[in-house]
């Protein structure tokens, strides 16, 4: 699903789930209406890059919607610093490492 935030460039971005992952990807529409996602060289690793969605990872259904009401609650409280720094995740799953997920099965 596309939703265009962005009506003047046709920006916007796509919902997408991958193992049981909500993502938004980054994505342009364009003129003739196929939609198109960005993708850039990330760093996976020390002197290691890979091809990927440009991405903002939401967690499974559940963490996704807390994600985005927590997002929702700080541009209403006019993201102040207090408000920018306010997370959805307790502290021990932020500060954990991230899963190993191998080369060959990246997401999308």
Do not use: C
């Not at 997408?16 to 990807?25: L, T, W, Y």
């Not at 963490?63 to 541009?75: G, N, Q, R, V």
Request: glycine content about 10%; charged content about 30%; aromatic content about 8%.
């Amino acid at each position: 699903m596309f939703l265009l935030t962005d009506r003047k460039y046709g920006e916007g971005f796509v919902i997408k789930e991958f193992k049981g992952i909500i993502s938004f990807i980054s994505a342009r529409e364009a003129t003739n209406g196929k939609v198109y996602e960005r993708w850039g060289d990330i760093e996976i690793g020390k002197d290691k890059t890979s091809h990927l969605p440009v991405a903002i990872r939401l967690g499974d259904p559940g963490e996704a919607i807390k994600t985005l009401e927590a997002a929702a609650k700080a541009i209403k409280a006019g993201l102040h610093d207090g408000a920018a720094k306010q997370t959805s995740q307790p502290a021990e799953r932020r500060n954990s490492a991230p899963p190993d997920i191998p080369d060959d099965d990246v997401p999308f």
